[in-house]
């Protein structure tokens, strides 16, 4: 069930890439793409238990595996510091396209 | 061993910062990082192989040194060596410098990665890296262009991350060859994000453009390098696992002849170049056991090629018909274009002996069908007029130091294959290039067929992942039986 709403939510982003005419829709569109992939490395992480990994006096439970939140925490950075750098390209684009539509940037810098 | 890997790693990103504070010095702290760069690369050819750095407790995240590495490791170092002299008197900022060797540094890195998680990250970094490259002119126009390319890659990327994912939850590690016991799912997903980020096939259609609008320079380091680090991982799982190969080698040959057919008709110097890479990048795949070889090759001419069609007078090769261009120039153009048909002298010559030796039959027709067109689309700047100028040539020496490196290391290739020279090896290229040369003066000079921009709109370019996305998944599930 789960998992059905995480491949939800990344199809939604990818349709939202693809169908959205103007461009700051289309990155918004790709960053809940990237919140669907980052919600489900938790999801397989969460496969073994929900309790947190650390060092304590708890006796042993069921816990989360560590590895994909620690890969998914490099991949949100990687992630965040992309989306900024478009954003910061889209306003440069913006005050020659002030409707920042897709088609019109496309036609205007095809050679 | 391991510290000297380690540190060469490390090297390149604190030379990048340090470029940032001592901006007096940025030319040759880059030049100094690319010969070390390529110092290594020899090192490692010394080494017995593979050298392989296995942390504790790892979960598969491991780093592998080896033949193949090296190939793309001199590739990365003479392109950017090649890319600084060119850059030297043209009065670039610190900025740029810095990041073209961020860009070396991360593609070093993704050239010896044995694991999906560190070659993710290789990865997302030299995707920046290019985009600040490419946008740095801050014309509409280029930032257009490099936003298309960072859009593409990263989306491409993210599905990449769910394949990663995948691969974990079967074996609890994310090696290479992980691969095997993961569903097909896994597999369509990670070749998607390594196809789309190497220019494969019609993920690569974002690249023509790309390429060819993008500065000189940095033409020559996309072409040259940049696209080698989607390429590599999947040579490096071909290798790994035997089950791939079928699927990557159908790839090759279907990259080849994509490329080629776009290249065959296409007017525009740059463009045809970018669509060559396509097709060169295609002969990469079609054999991965001697990919690395043919990637060295292939990586220097067309920085070479690259570099040059950014002082002819013109882009448009109708134009070019008629304004004779320096005898000098037209030297080395030549020299390129003779390497990347396959004429015996140089390496390209010996890559290409090397790729066909080592096809599977049904691939035969296919390639050899790509070597025609290549030696048909390079006939276009063999047969170029040219003339001994009376003035003097404005070129900056840093050109000719950069062309000096590339053919140089075209000529000194050689050495990997020399066994290629036989009498029957050396008949079959001749012959391709004839009937080539032939084809073009009969036909091809005339033609006034203008093929259409076809798929390369953005929406476009992100639809096609969807469908190779399919094609790849289905690849898996009939193909591999798993």
Same mark, same amino acid.
Do not use: H, I, M, Y
């Given at each position: 069930m789960l998992e059905a709403f995480v491949f939800a939510t990344i199809l939604c982003g990818f349709f939202g890439i693809i169908l959205k005419k103007n461009l700051v829709m289309k990155i918004v569109s790709m960053d809940v793409m990237s919140a669907g992939v980052v919600a489900y490395y938790v999801v397989v992480a969460s496969r073994d238990g929900f309790l947190t990994p650390i060092l304590s006096t708890v006796k042993n439970g069921s816990y989360a595996d560590p590895v994909p939140q620690a890969v998914i925490l490099t991949a949100i950075v990687i992630g965040l510091s992309i989306q900024a750098l478009m954003l910061v390209g889209v306003m440069k684009l913006s %005050?020659?396209? #002030?409707?920042? @539509?897709c088609n019109e940037i496309e036609k205007n810098n095809t050679p | 061993m391991n510290t000297i890997t380690i540190a060469w790693i490390a090297f390149p990103f604190f030379v990048g910062f340090v470029i940032y504070l001592l901006p007096k010095l940025d030319r040759y702290l880059s030049l100094g990082t690319a010969i070390v760069s390529a110092a290594y690369a020899f090192w490692l050819f010394l080494q017995p192989s593979p050298l392989k750095l296995i942390l504790l407790d790892n979960f598969g995240v491991t780093l592998e040194a080896d033949q193949l590495s090296g190939f793309f490791i001199l590739t990365n170092a003479l392109v950017t060596l090649a890319v600084i002299f060119y850059c030297w008197e043209t009065g670039k900022s610190a900025f740029f410098y810095a990041q073209a060797i961020i860009l070396h540094g991360s593609l070093n890195a993704a050239f010896v990665c044995s694991d999906f998680v560190s070659l993710y990250v290789a990865l997302e970094v030299s995707g920046i890296a290019a985009f600040l490259l490419i946008a740095y002119p801050r014309t509409d126009r280029s930032i257009w262009v490099g936003l298309r390319y960072l859009f593409i890659s990263n989306v491409a990327m993210l599905f990449y991350l769910i394949g990663a994912v995948l691969v974990y939850q079967a074996h609890h590690s994310f090696a290479f060859a992980g691969l095997r016991g993961s569903p097909p799912e896994a597999l369509a997903l990670i070749f998607l994000g390594l196809l789309v980020k190497g220019g494969i096939? +019609?993920?690569? !259609?974002? !690249?023509p453009m790309t390429h060819s609008e993008s500065e000189t320079p940095v033409s020559a380091f996309l072409s040259g390098i940049v696209v080698k680090s989607g390429i590599f991982p999947i040579v490096r799982c071909a290798l790994v696992l035997d089950e791939i190969d079928p699927i990557v080698r159908f790839f090759g040959v279907a990259t080849a002849l994509l490329g080629v057919f776009y290249a065959v008709f296409e007017k525009d110097s740059k463009r045809m170049l970018a669509f060559h890479t396509v097709s060169q990048l295609g002969f990469v795949l079609?054999? #991965?056991? +001697?990919?690395g070889f043919y990637a060295l090759t292939h990586g220097l001419v067309k920085s070479a090629l690259f570099l040059i069609a950014g002082v002819l007078p013109s882009r448009n090769l109708k134009e070019l018909q008629h304004t004779p261009i320096d005898t000098p120039i037209w030297i080395a153009l030549v020299a390129a274009s003779f390497s990347i048909s396959g004429f015996p002298l140089l390496s390209g010559f010996g890559a290409k002996v090397l790729t066909m030796k080592n !096809? +599977? #039959?049904?691939?035969v027709i296919g390639m050899n069908i790509a070597a025609l067109g290549t030696a048909i689309s390079f006939a276009k700047f063999i047969f170029l007029p040219h003339q001994k100028q009376e003035e003097k040539s404005n070129l900056r020496p840093g050109f000719w130091l950069a062309m000096i490196v590339l053919i140089g290391g075209l000529i000194g290739a050689n050495v990997v294959y020399y066994k290629a020279y036989s009498f029957e090896n050396i008949i079959k290229p001749l012959a391709t290039i004839a009937l080539g040369w032939l084809a073009y003066l009969l036909i091809f000079k005339h033609s006034k067929i203008k093929l259409p %921009?076809?798929? @390369?709109?953005f929406d476009d370019l992100v639809g096609f992942m969807s469908l190779i996305l399919i094609l790849l998944f289905w690849m898996g599930f009939a193909w591999l039986g798993i």
């Open positions: %005050r020659d396209n #002030p409707t920042l @539509e | 096939f +019609v993920s690569g !259609l974002w !690249l079609a054999a #991965p056991e +001697v990919g !096809l +599977v #039959p049904w691939q %921009r076809f798929g @390369e709109k």
